[in-house]
């Protein structure tokens, strides 16, 4: 089991920038592949960005350029790193980890970017 726990997000204006951080559980952490999802009201969970065990990353086309993924393995957490928001970035967002041959995700943290 894989307990993933999010933090950092809040209310922005947009052009301003945010960052969100997902603790997670585990001794494997440098193996798992990392990531984020988003999910605005009345849509789907959408993919934003991955992180692999190498530190290879993926975004989503609507935040490349804009939002940066990262990983710290020593401390079990992986960063989402925010800029530019724009107030369609409006929604709750997922961290998820691909480890012991299932996914596993967090709670949610909401980021509002106001306009």
């Known amino acids: 089991q894989v307990q993933l726990v999010e933090s950092g997000g809040g209310l922005v204006q947009a052009g301003g920038s945010l960052s969100v951080s997902c603790a997670a559980s585990?001794?494997?952490?440098?193996?798992?592949?990392m990531g984020w999802y988003r999910q605005a009201p009345g849509k789907e969970r959408d993919f934003v960005a991955t992180?692999?065990?190498?530190?290879?990353?993926k975004y989503a086309e609507s935040v490349k350029g804009r939002f940066t993924v990262s990983r710290d393995n020593a401390k079990n957490t992986v960063y989402l790193q925010m800029n530019s928001l724009k107030p369609e970035d409006t929604a709750i967002y997922y961290c998820y980890a691909k480890a012991l041959g299932r996914d596993f995700w967090g709670q949610g943290t909401q980021v509002t970017v106001s306009s």
């Open positions: 992180i692999w065990s190498d530190s290879t990353t």
């Open positions: 585990g001794r494997a952490f440098s193996s798992y592949v």
